[in-house]
C-alpha cells in the first residue's frame, strides 16, 4: 500500500478504487500499517464504508478513531478543522495516520466545489506536519471531472495496486478555480446593513429564518451565523454590507456581501490557538452550517451558509 513514514514529511495520496472488495483491501492495509507503526489512526468515511473497514480490521478496530464523514464532514469546511486537525492535535507528539472521504457519490452541485477546496488546503493546513491522509475517491461512481480534480489535489495516487506522483499536482489552482461566483439569490429578502444596524440584521434573519421553517437549535445557528458574519463585514470587510435571505431546495440560505477581501486561504479552517481572542467568527460558521461557500475578488466578498430545515 504506502510504506509508513516516521519523518516530518506530509503525505497526502489520493486511492482510487473501483469495488468494495479493493476499498476494504486497500484501506485495512493502510490502517494496519500505521498501527504497525505505532501511529495513532483515525477513520472519517461514510457510513457504509466506515463499516467495511471496521469489519476488515477485526479486533485491530478497537484502536481506531472512526468517525461518519456524512456528519462530521457535512460541511466540507468543517473538515480540516473539526476531524483532521482536531485529531492531529490531540496526538501532536506523534505522526498521525488517517483515512478522510470528504466526496462520494451523492453529494451536491454546491457542495461539491467546496470539496475540491478542501481537498487542496489540506495540503496548505499541514504543510510541515507529520500526518499521512489518504483520500478515498470511487473511479465508478464520481464523475470524470472530480477524478480529475483529485489528480491536481493530491501529490500521488494510488490506483491498481501501484502509487505514483501526479503530474497534475497543483492545489492551488484548485482553490483559484473553484472561488467562483455564488450566483443570484432568488426572491431573496435583502437587508442593507452598517454598523448601527447590526441588531437588525440579526432579528431580520431570525425572522425571515422562522418563517421559512427553522426553529430549535438550528434558529440559533442561523441567528449566531448570521451575527458572526455581518459583524466580519463591519469590522473587516469595509464597515457594511447586505444580507440576503431565502429558501432553497428544503434548506436556509443566508448570503453576506461586504466589500472586504479575504486574503488568507485557511480562513475559518483553523482551530483557535491557546489563548486566542477573537478571529473565530467564520469558524464558528464552518461549525454550524451544513455548507458554506464563498466567493472573493479585490472588489468584495461573498459567504453563502446553508441550513437544513
Known amino acids: 500500500m504506502t510504506t509508513p513514514t516516521t519523518d516530518g514529511t506530509f503525505t497526502h495520496p489520493a486511492l ?9 483491501d486497500r484501506t ?29 480490521l477485526g479486533t485491530d478496530a478497537r484502536d481506531v478513531t472512526f468517525l461518519d464523514m456524512t456528519e462530521a464532514g457535512r460541511n466540507p469546511g468543517r473538515i480540516i ?7 492531529a492535535d490531540a496526538h501532536v ?10 466526496v462520494w457519490a451523492g453529494r451536491s452541485a454546491a457542495e461539491y466545489p467546496a470539496c475540491a477546496q478542501h481537498e487542496a488546503l489540506i495540503n496548505a493546513a499541514f504543510a510541515g506536519r507529520r500526518a499521512t491522509i489518504l483520500c478515498p475517491y470511487d473511479e465508478t461512481r464520481l464523475d470524470a471531472d472530480v477524478l480529475a480534480d483529485a489528480l491536481v489535489t493530491h501529490p500521488t495516487v494510488i490506483a491498481g495496486g501501484s502509487e505514483r506522483a501526479s503530474e497534475a499536482y497543483d492545489w492551488r489552482a484548485v482553490v483559484a478555480r473553484y472561488n467562483e461566483p455564488l450566483g443570484p439569490a432568488p426572491d ?26 427553522l426553529a430549535g437549535r438550528r434558529l440559533q445557528d442561523a441567528e449566531l451565523a448570521v451575527a458572526e458574519l455581518t459583524t466580519n ?24 456581501r461586504d466589500t472586504g477581501r479575504l486574503t488568507d486561504p485557511l480562513a475559518g479552517r483553523r482551530p483557535p490557538e491557546h ?31 446553508y441550513l437544513g430545515i
Open 275 to 305: 489563548g486566542q481572542i477573537g478571529g473565530r467568527g467564520l469558524l464558528l460558521v464552518h461549525y454550524v452550517a451544513d455548507l458554506v461557500r464563498m466567493h472573493t475578488t479585490d472588489e468584495g466578498t461573498t459567504i453563502r451558509f
Open 81 to 87: 478543522p473539526g476531524v483532521l486537525r482536531a485529531f
Open 188 to 213: 431573496a429578502d435583502v437587508l442593507a446593513f452598517g454598523a448601527g444596524e447590526l441588531p437588525e440584521a440579526r432579528r431580520f434573519a431570525v425572522g425571515r429564518a422562522a418563517a421559512i421553517g
Open 28 to 56: 485495512v492495509t493502510f490502517v494496519r500499517e500505521g498501527l504497525a507503526a505505532g501511529e495513532p489512526v483515525a477513520v472519517a468515511v461514510p457510513g457504509p464504508n466506515l463499516e467495511l473497514i471496521r469489519t476488515g
Open 233 to 256: 463585514s463591519v469590522v473587516h470587510g469595509g464597515g457594511s454590507g447586505t444580507l440576503a435571505v431565502w429558501a432553497e431546495a428544503g434548506k436556509l440560505v443566508c448570503e453576506v
Open 93 to 102: 507528539r506523534e505522526r498521525v495516520r488517517i483515512i478522510g472521504e470528504p
Open 16 to 24: 482510487f478504487y473501483r469495488s468494495q472488495r479493493e476499498y476494504a
